[in-house]
């Protein structure tokens, strides 16, 4: 079992930054890459970013360039930098948790809510 929890929500206004935390616990060395979601009302919940064990990182086109996330080993947390922030960007952020064999999320968080004001 993996427990994960998200910090760092808000509100801010557009081309503000903000940066959420996903702090890990329990078999966490059954972890294989862990991600960062959002859904805004009425959307499918997306990928925004990824990181997997080695390090490497994926982005969703919308946030290239504005998101950046890292991981944090020591604490066994995963940051989402977020910067020059836009009124859609405005969702629910959920951080995700892989331990399948086929890399599928199955552990999430409770999601943190992030509101950028135009």
């Known amino acids: 079992q993996v427990q994960l929890v998200e910090s760092g929500g808000g509100s801010v206004q557009a081309g503000g930054s903000l940066r959420l935390s996903c702090a890990a616990s329990?078999?966490?060395?059954?972890?294989?890459?862990m991600g960062w979601y959002r859904q805004a009302p009425g959307k499918q919940r997306d990928l925004v970013a990824r990181?997997?064990?080695?390090?490497?990182?994926t982005y969703a086109d919308s946030v290239q360039g504005r998101f950046t996330i890292s991981r944090d080993s020591a604490k066994n947390t995963v940051n989402l930098q977020m910067n020059s922030l836009k009124p859609e960007d405005t969702a629910v952020y959920y951080c995700?948790?892989?331990?399948?064999?086929?890399?599928?999320?199955?552990?999430w968080g409770q999601g943190t809510q992030v509101t950028v004001s135009s």
């Open positions: 990181i997997i064990s080695g390090g490497s990182t």
């Open positions: 995700a948790a892989a331990t399948r064999s086929d890399g599928s999320y199955d552990y």
């Open positions: 329990g078999s966490i060395f059954s972890i294989s890459s």
